[in-house]
């Protein structure tokens, strides 16, 4: 689909410049110190030749069609440059110039000129805005970002030029190899999900990787990135999520960014690994692109410190992994040959004295443990040691049993130097401490997990869609957004809720009749399509257990909040059934403008916001998103039930969550909803959706 750009036996530079330091002069330099071997042709109307080629003074003028033309004419005069690529046909541009949707109302305008064309001559763009694109094993270094990398299996995109050109250095410095890197710019056409759909069928790229200040269709996003996750690991540092971020990020491309809850949600439903920084990125991705996938979270130790081997197990111990338990086999083979004071057992110490056939013997025979799914070796340089031939020795094991992950952790600077270089040459994963090192394995392990996990199936509950509809039409109809307690309780009951039993009061001897009619003790609530939040104003009363008290509070609310709200128009007081015994809990629903409906779990009643426990999770769940909504929330053991109390019934709120997801899907109308207090008792009880609001818009 993106052959052009990452292919091309031609490329034509708009704006080549012969002035060292301006941007078309060092792209052009970039082509050429690459060694790139395909055509270049320079466009610049005011020169004959650069850098010893030939010059052109238009596009048409060259008397051929490059596969590929880079554009670095200031903003205005881009439009112009799309026309003769459209007039001569060429299929893939990369727009390097700055000035369009990110600088405002009048850069939006240029940039939807230039895009207008593109699609009138079936053209790909690349940028605006943008560093450009590089491709390591055709020596392509179309871009202004530094010097050609070596090649690897790493696809790398940035949403950010500049934040490309450090990762470049990085990775160069360390001998870090890509096989594609791409500036995306201000993705004015080609975005986030063209790229990963790009790496995906590239048989150079291995693992996915990128750097995203916003997702341009949600949607799409997510379907996409959940497919191509089975297949190759993708890893995303994701910016612009707080508010000063999202700020930030608009006035960086002029586009909005999305909540952070939302991106935690999305990716973990897609699969898509989150990094925090440049550094625990390259750490994950040199775990992918070098070794094979963990068979499970056991991990086996060999270190030649006990220090360091601590270290490892406490990170181990956090990150959830565990300690592989070495057969009786392992630990015989073990103490034949290892010093009498080295340990047997994991972690396995070879003892400080250890040189390269030490270390060589321990790896070789942990490998052979069945118990074992990855080896961490960690090396500290003492006295004797001799890390170059330790590496080698590693890389002579991995060459005989290349089926288990190994990752090495050799502690310090210039004594371990020349080790390290032995094992990056050996693509084997070398991290600077044993916590990088372990979280490196946690994320392949937990990777591995969500490849396996069951297949999505969404359960569809027998519901009564019509009486949704009825409501919801009739409240946007009469311009009404916000749903009142009764009728979304209706809305409820016609997915399967169960809801107390209530009627609407208008004097106290109503209200009397009402609480007689349901049974004490009782609920008051104020209503009225003007008050939202009831108890703010002394709205609700609970726990009324006589006619008298009844009256005396029906009297109180409609004395009080009339003189709190004079503007709010009261239409009575609900008489409820009272719910006790259970545990309060909250389910709600929020739909991202990016994502669409985000599902929420907690702890409710007033300690949803002092505990502030919530979970969320992408619509629609199946039964196993729903119960990890539970499990996800710090609280979860008080649900099961925990020093003796009685555990709450899991699976109903399981499915509670499943029929509210079905909800929200089924009708893109609800923004936002809630469901607070849900009560929910031991198994065999019939939770109670006791308290609920919903605000609708027009889609």
């Not at 990088?436 to 199936?457: E, S």
Request: charged share 20%; proline share 5%.
């Amino acid at each position: 689909m993106l052959d052009n750009f990452f292919n091309p036996k031609s490329v034509a530079i708009v704006g080549a410049s012969r002035q060292k330091g301006k941007v078309g002069y060092e792209i052009l330099r970039s082509m050429l110190e690459a060694g790139y071997e395909g055509k270049i042709f320079p466009v610049n109307p005011q020169a004959d030749t650069i850098e010893g080629l030939k010059c052109y003074p238009d596009l048409k003028s060259i008397g051929q069609t490059p596969d590929l033309v880079i554009i670095v004419v200031p903003a205005k005069a881009v439009s112009a440059v799309m026309q003769d690529c459209g007039a001569i046909g060429t299929k893939a541009v990369v727009i390097i110039t700055a000035g369009f949707k990110e600088v405002g109302e009048e850069g939006r305008k240029l940039e939807q000129q230039v895009v207008q064309i593109a699609r009138q001559f079936g053209i790909r763009i690349i940028g605006p805005n943008c560093l450009g694109l590089i491709v390591p094993s055709q020596k392509l270094n179309a871009s202004f970002g530094g010097t050609l990398p070596a090649v690897g299996s790493t696809g790398y995109m940035s949403q950010s030029g500049a934040l490309l050109a450090a990762i470049l250095d990085m990775a160069n410095a360390n001998g870090i190899g890509f096989s594609k890197l791409v500036s995306i710019g201000n993705k004015a056409d080609v975005d986030e999900v063209d790229i990963i759909e790009a790496f995906a069928d590239d048989p150079d790229t291995k693992v996915i990787a990128g750097y995203l200040e916003n997702i341009t269709n949600g949607n799409t996003f997510v379907r996409i990135a959940e497919q191509i996750s089975q297949k190759k690991p993708i890893l995303l540092m994701k910016a612009g999520v707080t508010a000063a971020g999202a700020k930030a990020a608009s006035s960086h491309t002029g586009s909005m960014a999305g909540s952070e809850t939302a991106y935690e949600a999305v990716f973990e439903r897609a699969g898509v690994i989150r990094c925090f920084s440049i550094k625990s990125q390259f750490d994950f991705a040199q775990g992918f692109a070098y070794q094979p996938l963990p068979g499970g979270p056991s991990v086996a130790v060999i270190t030649n410190a006990g220090g360091a081997g601590i270290m490892a197990a406490d990170a181990i111990e956090k990150l959830q992994l565990t300690f592989a338990k070495l057969t009786d086999e392992t630990k015989t083979r073990l103490a034949e040959k290892l010093p009498p004071a080295a340990n047997f057992h994991n972690p396995i110490d070879v003892l400080g004295d250890a040189l390269p056939d030490r270390y060589e013997f321990a790896l070789d025979v942990v490998l052979d443990d069945p118990n074992v799914n990855s080896v961490l070796i960690l090396l500290t340089p003492q006295a004797m040691t001799d890390a170059e031939g330790t590496a080698q020795a590693i890389v002579k094991v991995l060459k005989k049993k290349p089926g288990k992950p190994v990752f090495a952790c050799f502690l310090g600077a210039t004594k371990v130097a020349r080790g390290c270089d032995v094992l990056k040459k050996n693509q084997i994963p070398q991290y600077d401490s044993p916590e990088a090192a372990v979280l490196a394995i946690k994320v392949m392990v937990d990777y591995v997990r969500w490849k396996t996990r069951p297949k999505r199936v969404v359960k569809l509950f027998s519901v009564n869609r019509h009486k949704v509809e009825t409501i919801i039409e009739r409240h946007l109809r009469q311009g009404i957004r916000q749903i009142g307690e009764a009728e979304s309780k209706e809305i409820l009951e016609a997915y399967g809720f169960v809801t107390p039993k209530d009627a609407i009061a208008t004097t106290a001897e109503q209200a009397v009749n009402i609480a007689e009619q349901i049974g004490f003790p009782v609920v008051l609530k104020i209503w009225s399509p003007d008050i939202i939040h009831k108890s703010d104003v002394g709205g609700v009363r609970v726990g009324l257990d006589t006619p008298q008290e009844v009256m005396d509070a029906f009297d109180l609310m409609l004395f009080r909040i009339p003189k709190k709200m004079p503007g709010a128009k009261i239409l009575g007081v609900l008489v409820q059934q009272m719910c006790s015994g259970g545990r309060e809990l909250i389910l709600g629903m929020n739909r991202d403008p990016h994502f669409g409906p985000l599902m929420m779990f907690g702890m409710g009643g007033i300690m949803v916001e002092v505990m502030q426990d919530v979970s969320f999770y992408l619509a629609p769940l199946t039964a196993e998103e729903a119960k990890q909504m539970l499990i996800n929330t710090r609280t979860y053991k008080l649900l099961v039930g925990a020093r003796g109390q009685k555990g709450v019934d899991i699976e109903a709120v399981a499915e509670a969550l499943q029929r509210l997801s079905q909800l929200v899907t089924e009708f893109p109308e609800i923004q936002e909803m809630d469901i607070n207090p849900f009560m929910v008792g031991p198994s065999g009880t019939t939770p109670v959706a006791v308290d609920a609001r919903i605000r609708v818009e027009k889609t």
